[in-house]
């Protein structure tokens, strides 16, 4: 897969691919591959800014404060953005950071939100790091959460 290079280079534009036909005219597969890179990293800009806007309307923020949706919708992103996430002693990738976080809804951010607010006296160095950690974990664990709610096995075996 192509590799995006900084958004320096890619906003150059045909200045750049000017000059990279100049640097060695019989090398056009190079520069060819190089345009075709460019092109990639646009589609697939696209289609992760597609694919944001998707989670964050799914997440249902608007169940929250101005302040607290910001708050939330920053540590989404960043999360989405992700290369990897180390959680634990696992290492996850992008994309299971991007599944994960396709499971967000309304409930997964306000149950979050509670979870962070029982810690408010706790010592946190970096706040956002904090938040993203809480919100991918409690992604993970909503479902299984509920599994072993004494209270909900309760009303379903009976």
Do not use: W
Not at 27 to 38: C, F, G, H, L, M
Not at 58 to 65: A, I, Q, R
Not at 117 to 138: D, E, Q, W
């Amino acid at each position: 897969m192509a590799r995006c290079i900084s958004h320096f280079v890619l906003d150059m534009g045909d200045t750049l691919k000017k000059e990279l036909s100049n640097i060695d005219k019989n090398n056009t597969e190079k520069v060819s591959q190089y345009i075709s890179a460019r092109e990639d990293c646009g589609a697939q800009s696209d289609n992760d800014e597609m694919l944001l806007e998707e989670i964050l309307t799914n997440s249902e923020l608007e169940v929250l404060s101005e302040n607290e949706a910001h708050v939330f919708k920053d540590a989404i992103t960043r999360l989405f953005y992700s290369e990897r996430l180390k959680t634990d002693s696992a290492i996850l990738p992008k994309r299971v950071i991007r599944s994960q976080l396709q499971r967000i809804d309304g409930m997964v951010i306000l149950d979050t939100r509670e979870k962070l607010r029982r810690n408010i006296g706790a010592r946190i160095k970096n706040s956002t790091a904090y938040i993203m950690a809480t919100l991918f974990n409690n992604i993970c664990e909503h479902q299984s959460d509920l599994m072993v709610d004494s209270f909900l096995n309760s009303i379903s075996t009976a």
